[in-house]
């Protein structure tokens, strides 16, 4: 299979879903790309920055249309540090996006689904 993408080119995605660390995930021609700092939903300008038979990574140039869930980040470290790589998201989605991770993980090892609750909210400025 030829690769649909070339490293250091760009192009403009729409991001379908998120992965296991936050990470944006889009498709071209069925080949999959990881995007930081992503949000499913979006649509994005992104450079690839690496490529292999199966994937590729790529970073943002540009937000074309911003997700809803993004939110302004309130850390000046955050791009640098690597602590936490989903701040840009809000605090209720990435409850949402840690269920899901969590689902995906054990339907696929279960013979019998469950169905994993909601995570728990944390920190009283949380609380609706």
Do not use: W
């Not at 943002?60 to 993004?70: C, F, G, K, Q, T």
């Not at 000046?76 to 995906?104: A, F, M």
């Amino acid at each position: 299979m030829e690769i649909p993408v070339k490293k250091n080119e760009e192009y403009i995605v729409d991001i379908i879903d998120n992965g296991f660390q936050g990470e944006g995930i889009a498709k071209i021609e069925n080949y999959t790309i990881f995007v930081n700092g992503a949000i499913k939903g979006e649509k994005v300008k992104i450079l690839i920055l690496k490529t292999t038979t199966s994937y590729a990574f790529a970073k943002i140039l540009e937000i074309i249309n911003a997700s809803n869930d993004r939110k302004q980040v309130d850390c000046l470290s955050y791009s640098r540090c690597g602590g936490c790589n989903i701040r840009h998201i809000d605090y209720l989605k990435t409850l949402e996006l840690k269920r899901e991770s969590v689902q995906n993980l054990v339907n696929k090892e279960l013979k019998e689904k469950i169905k994993v609750q909601d995570t728990v909210r944390h920190g009283k400025s949380f609380l609706l």
